[in-house]
């Protein structure tokens, strides 16, 4: 696979969001694609993913037709955090 920069996924990601009308679109697409590819969504921005596989593209692509319709992003994720504790989500 080609070497990607995330910030170019994060984009057009962000772009899909904010065309469907979703007011956080650049929030939900660093989070997304963090948990798509389970890393840190504080310096993913600043990565260059030189192993970006089709399972992990397929798993976000995924995750962003959720937020698209609706689902709120904790529940994707599976956790939400409350002052810097995670708590798990039942489904």
Request: net charge negative; glycine share 4%.
């Amino acid at each position: 696979m080609p070497v990607t920069e995330a910030r170019e996924i994060l984009a057009v990601v962000a772009a899909r969001l904010a065309d469907a009308g979703i007011d956080t679109s650049q929030l939900d697409a660093r989070l997304l694609l963090a948990t798509a590819l389970q890393r840190d969504d504080a310096v993913l921005p600043h990565e260059t993913l030189d192993r970006w596989t089709a399972d992990e593209a397929a798993r976000l692509d995924g995750f962003v037709e959720r937020r698209i319709a609706g689902e709120p992003v904790s529940r994707i994720r599976g956790w939400r955090e409350f002052w810097s504790l995670r708590f798990m989500l039942s489904p």
